[in-house]
């Protein structure tokens, strides 16, 4: 339950910055899909932009994908903001942290693909449409770094660690909230709301990892046969874009819902991070062992290269292989440096004086 004082009055400093940075990420991240949806999906742009390519496309692919969804998280629970009433302080915290994430997603895509414009990547295409690309991508940055300034001054207020609604909390909310506006499919949709609220939400705080897992299994099945029997791809390279889609989905989803709070109380998440026990270490290798493999397989060509076999990295097999044995060996030195930590830390703990 939340706390007496766990809301921010109408006028309150700390919740018209966490007001202005909110509405600005939100803002930002609608006109970065708009810009990354049309410099990826339109030929005529696409095939004379410098980051058409990996590395550079890698975070392009991921982002498309990444920052809609955040986007549309934060937008349902900003529907129950109101600007006149009090507001839970653990909304305003969570939701300009979110701002956060979103904002470093959409920096890093837009800094990769400077990289790739500095560089001249593909100079030899270069066309009007080059610079109608670039002069997109300008304008999107200069965005950024004006919302950059409002979501640190933002995050500089001292939001008290206080409870009060989460995100499923505020979604199921904003459910029953929506079903009084359906007129007639009201009945249905409150049961169904009932529902969600009895047993996903239920499922989704206690198997947290087991839900992501499984979404990302359906993203990742959907997008990589829509992919494929559009492009026609053979079945191996089909399994290098299922992979690569399940990994970087789960790796999102797992990092963004422990950094948001999104399925728990964060001060008890931060502690079980920080107990480490085997099960925490395993999850975690798990987790890095995801991250890897979006990486090896943008930065295919320039690993194969390091291993002195260049041509290697246009076969989908060779791929898949180096994906997990890339995989295996982030797992294995997660697993190995959390360990060494956790020990270390222990043997100070005992060595230090007890009072």
Same mark, same amino acid.
């Given at each position: 339950m ?10 309150n400093?700390?919740?018209?910055a ?6 600005g990420?939100?803002?930002?991240a609608?006109l970065?899909i708009?810009?990354?949806w049309s410099a ?5 742009l696409?095939?004379?932009e ?6 550079y ?8 994908f ?10 349902m629970?900003? %529907?129950?903001?109101?600007?006149k +009433?009090?507001?839970?302080? #653990? /909304?305003a915290?969570? @939701? ?5 994430v !979103?904002l ?9 693909d400077?990289?790739?414009?500095v560089l001249?990547?593909?100079r ?8 109608v ?7 999107v940055s ?5 919302i950059a300034?409002e ?8 939001f ?8 499923l909390s505020?979604l199921?909310?904003?459910g ?8 007639p ?8 709301? %009932?529902?969600?609220?009895r047993? +996903?939400v239920?499922?989704i #705080? /206690?198997?947290?990892? @087991?839900v992501?897992?499984?979404?990302? !299994?359906?993203?990742?099945l ?8 559009r492009e026609?791809?053979?079945p ?18 797992a990092?963004?819902?422990?950094f948001?709070?999104?399925t ?17 270490r ?14 090896t397989?943008?930065f ?12 290697r990295?246009?076969?989908?097999y060779?791929?898949?292989t ?16 959390e360990?060494?930590i956790?020990?270390a830390?222990?043997l ?6 007890q009072?």
């Open positions: 939340p706390q007496p004082n766990a809301e921010l009055p109408a006028g400093p700390a919740r018209r966490a007001e202005r940075a909110v509405a990420a939100l803002g930002l609608l970065f708009l810009f990354n990826k999906k339109l030929s005529g696409y095939q004379h410098p980051w058409q390519d990996d590395p496309d890698a975070l392009v692919s991921l982002s498309i990444w920052v809609p969804l955040l986007t549309a998280l934060c937008l629970r900003a %529907l129950l903001w109101r600007r +009433a009090p507001q839970p302080i #653990r /909304r915290r969570e @939701l300009v942290r979110a701002g956060g !979103l470093a997603v959409i920096t890093a895509t837009l800094a990769s400077w990289i790739s414009v001249r990547v593909h030899a295409s270069w066309t009007g449409a080059t610079a690309a670039v002069a997109g991508l300008a304008a200069l965005a950024s770094l004006a300034r979501v640190r001054r933002a995050s500089r207020q001292q008290p660690a206080v409870d009060g609604p989460d995100w505020d199921i909310s904003l029953k909230q929506l079903t009084t506006r359906l007129g499919l009201r009945p249905g949709a409150t049961l169904v709301v %009932l529902w969600a609220d047993y +996903a239920k499922a #705080r /206690r198997h947290p990892l @087991l992501a897992g499984a979404l990302s !299994l359906a993203f990742g959907s997008t990589a046969l829509l992919q494929g029997l026609g791809y053979s191996l390279v089909y399994l290098v874009l299922f992979i690569n889609h399940v990994a970087s989905m789960f790796a999102y989803l990092i963004i819902g422990a948001l709070g999104i728990g109380t964060p001060s008890r998440q931060r502690a079980t991070v920080r107990s480490a026990t085997a099960r925490q395993a999850i975690h290798a798990g987790i890095a062992a995801c991250v890897s493999i979006p990486i397989g943008a295919r060509a320039e690993l194969w290269s390091l291993l002195g076999q260049p041509g990295h246009s076969q989908a060779d791929l898949i180096l994906m997990f044995e890339a995989a295996a060996t982030a797992a294995a030195l997660a697993y190995a440096a360990t060494i956790e020990r830390g222990r100070t703990r005992l060595k230090s004086p009072p």
